[in-house]
């Protein structure tokens, strides 16, 4: 009674590496029915470790190393080859137990690690996300000093040549030397292109400067509490930020034409649902061959007591068999290697459970995706 009221499984191997006893919980997690009987059955029938894909897959017998030795054998990350041929992550133990006939017999217990090792991951994942926020908004801070004394400079050098070209312009006419030396330098032509190569250089210099505050802005450490936020400016520099992603196969733009109030929420977060979509959509546009013709539209208004961002997209769509199953964890319609699937399943839990709104997609198969989110404009607002 009391090995089968254990959550943990238990198994039983007489000295000869049948299976004596196996308990509820091994019957489980080994994939076995209710009424299968695996005692009698050799363990590994059941049960057999497998090795590291990379050494042609060995297995493992470590109940035999148990009876040989003596001592007891564990491993706290390993993976289990079932009953059905799946691989399950389990941490075991292996215990020798002295038999009456003096035999030693094998007490194996061990439990599932599959969702303990998606949780480390999972926080692994964060931690490094976390990390790259923080050197990104160490970097665009150390840029932003450097960008604004060169965007200074030039604008004090945009300044001091017009004053040189007036007095040059002044001068024509005074002096035939004077007259001759401006020809030969062809003073004419600099006082006609150096303005423009300084204008251009001062576009490029607050194109940086509206990239790194972007960067900071999106990298900002995330806050406990909830902050009034600026959502069409979140969107702005979500754009700015991921614009090498969509900028070769669509057009971006924002329509924050109706005013919208600020919103409470975590910025950080939001921003990652912002970011999860739009390159979800450039993805999606990529996959359509729509290069030169893609577009990603954004539209933000208010509804009432919700704020609404709808974002747009003339990809592949979402065909309807799918659209139930699209916010599931893991799943995901991108090739191997493109995508874990985890992306709109978060995303939905921080618009859903983080901050009581809504999220729902909609658009038509081979015509584009279209995502809607509701946010509450007041805290205590929850969710239909």
Same mark, same amino acid.
């Given at each position: 009674?009391?090995?089968?009221?254990?959550?943990?499984?238990?198994?039983?191997?007489?000295?000869?590496?049948?299976?004596?006893?196996?308990?509820?919980?091994?019957?489980?997690?080994?994939?076995? /029915?209710? !009424?299968?009987?695996?005692?009698?059955?050799?363990?590994? +029938?059941?049960?057999?470790? @497998?090795?590291?894909?990379?050494?042609?897959?060995?297995?493992?017998?470590?109940?035999?190393?148990?009876?040989?030795?003596?001592?007891?054998?564990?491993?706290?990350?390993?993976?289990?080859? !079932?009953?059905?041929?799946?691989?399950?992550?389990?941490? #075991?133990?292996?215990?020798?137990?002295?038999?009456?006939? %003096?035999?030693?017999?094998?007490?194996?217990t061990f439990r599932d690690i599959?969702?303990?090792?998606?949780?480390? *991951?999972?926080?692994?994942?964060?931690?490094?996300? =976390?990390?790259?926020?923080?050197l990104a908004a160490g970097i665009?801070?150390?840029?932003?000093?450097?960008?604004?004394?060169?965007?200074?400079?030039?604008?004090?050098?945009?300044?001091?040549?017009?004053?040189?070209?007036?007095?040059?312009?002044?001068?024509?006419?005074?002096?035939?030397?004077?007259?001759?030396?401006?020809?030969?330098?062809?003073?004419? #032509?600099?006082?006609?292109?150096?303005?423009?190569?300084?204008?251009? /250089?001062?576009? %490029?210099?607050?194109?940086?400067a509206r990239i790194v505050l972007?960067?900071?802005?999106?990298?900002?450490?995330?806050?406990?509490?909830?902050?009034? !936020?600026?959502?069409?400016?979140?969107?702005?520099?979500?754009?700015?930020?991921?614009?090498?992603? *969509?900028?070769?196969?669509?057009?971006?733009?924002?329509?924050?034409?109706?005013?919208?109030?600020?919103?409470?929420?975590?910025?950080?977060?939001?921003?990652? +649902?912002?970011?999860?979509?739009?390159?979800?959509?450039?993805? =999606?546009?990529?996959?359509?061959?729509?290069?030169?013709?893609?577009?990603?539209?954004?539209?933000?208004?208010?509804?009432?007591? *919700?704020?609404?961002?709808?974002?747009?997209?003339?990809? @592949?769509?979402?065909?309807?068999?799918?659209?139930?199953?699209?916010?599931?964890?893991?799943? !995901?319609?991108?090739?191997?290697?493109?995508?874990? %699937?985890?992306?709109?399943?978060?995303?939905?839990?921080?618009?859903?459970?983080?901050?009581?709104?809504?999220?729902?997609?909609?658009?038509?198969?081979?015509? %584009?995706? +279209?995502?809607?989110?509701?946010?509450?404009?007041?805290?205590? @607002?929850? =969710?239909?």
């Amino acid at each position: 009674m009391i090995a089968d009221s254990l959550s943990e499984g238990l198994i039983v191997i007489d000295f000869a590496g049948g299976i004596a006893f196996a308990n509820p919980s091994a019957r489980l997690l080994l994939g076995c /029915s209710e !009424t299968e009987d695996v005692e009698g059955l050799p363990i590994d +029938v059941v049960f057999r470790l @497998t090795g590291d894909e990379h050494n042609d897959g060995i297995v493992r017998e470590p109940w035999k190393n148990a009876v040989r030795q003596g001592v007891t054998i564990h491993d706290d990350d390993a993976v289990v080859l !079932t009953m059905r041929g799946k691989k399950r992550s389990i941490a #075991y133990a292996c215990v020798p137990l002295a038999e009456s006939t %003096g035999k030693l017999a094998v007490v194996i217990t061990f439990r599932d690690i599959g969702s303990l090792k998606q949780a480390q *991951w999972d926080a692994m994942q964060a931690s490094r996300m =976390a990390s790259v926020g923080q050197l990104a908004a160490g970097i665009a801070h150390e840029i932003n000093t450097p960008i604004q004394y060169v965007g200074d400079n030039l604008r004090f050098v945009a300044e001091s040549f017009e004053a040189i070209a007036k007095i040059v312009a002044a001068a024509k006419g005074v002096d035939t030397a004077l007259d001759s030396m401006i020809a030969d330098q062809d003073v004419e #032509y600099l006082c006609k292109e150096i303005p423009t190569a300084i204008s251009q /250089s001062l576009e %490029g210099v607050s194109q940086v400067a509206r990239i790194v505050l972007s960067m900071r802005e999106f990298s900002h450490p995330g806050s406990s509490d909830k902050v009034m !936020t600026d959502i069409n400016r979140a969107l702005d520099s979500t754009l700015i930020v991921c614009r090498n992603t *969509w900028k070769h196969v669509a057009e971006a733009s924002l329509d924050s034409s109706s005013p919208i109030p600020l919103v409470p929420c975590f910025a950080g977060e939001l921003n990652q +649902v912002f970011l999860n979509l739009i390159v979800n959509a450039s993805h =999606a546009i990529e996959a359509a061959g729509r290069t030169g013709q893609g577009r990603i539209h954004i539209k933000t208004f208010q509804d009432g007591a *919700w704020v609404v961002i709808r974002i747009e997209d003339n990809g @592949t769509g979402v065909p309807s068999a799918i659209k139930d199953k699209i916010f599931d964890p893991f799943f !995901t319609t991108k090739p191997v290697g493109k995508g874990t %699937g985890q992306g709109l399943a978060i995303s939905r839990d921080v618009v859903v459970v983080k901050h009581k709104g809504r999220m729902e997609v909609g658009g038509k198969e081979g015509e %584009g995706a +279209v995502f809607t989110i509701w946010l509450p404009i007041q805290n205590e @607002t929850k =969710a239909t």
